[in-house]
């Protein structure tokens, strides 16, 4: 059982890097196919930002901290831009009450307050990468 532990501590900071870029690359992908779902999301929420173009500028940063997460670049500030970016989504769940619930209301979900809520999660786990590499920095500059 330990080694089994130990095994999980050494791939778990890589697996939760490499899978959060596959999100973010696929999302931030997604947003150049057809960025109407996402403008429609906005529109129904934050009406300022219901614009293709700023979908565009969602698309372009989610797939650049993808890439920077693939490299292994710069973990810290882009799991900093990634709690902003899951941030802003989670903005949408709370303050449009009728996109995350639908007609049903509290407590059932729309599909589109699903889509929601799952940044709840890959907020957290962006919130363990800064974290994770803020503990092992100090541990570097020390064995130097």
Sequence with gaps: MESLLRLAGRFATPALRLS???????IGALKFVDPAPVVGLLDASLRVFAFPAFVYVLGVAEVVAGLL????????LVGLLCMGLF?????IFAIAP?????EAG????????EFLLKD?????????????AATREPAAAAAR
């Design 69 to 76: 997460l693939l490299a292994g670049v710069a973990q810290p």
């Design 20 to 26: 959060l870029a596959v999100v973010l690359l696929w």
């Design 120 to 132: 709840l999660v890959l907020f957290a786990a962006s919130l363990a990468l800064v974290g994770l």
């Design 106 to 113: 509290f407590p059932n979900l729309s599909l589109a307050g």
């Design 87 to 91: 941030a802003g989504t989670l903005t």
């Design 98 to 102: 009728a996109v995350s619930f639908g």
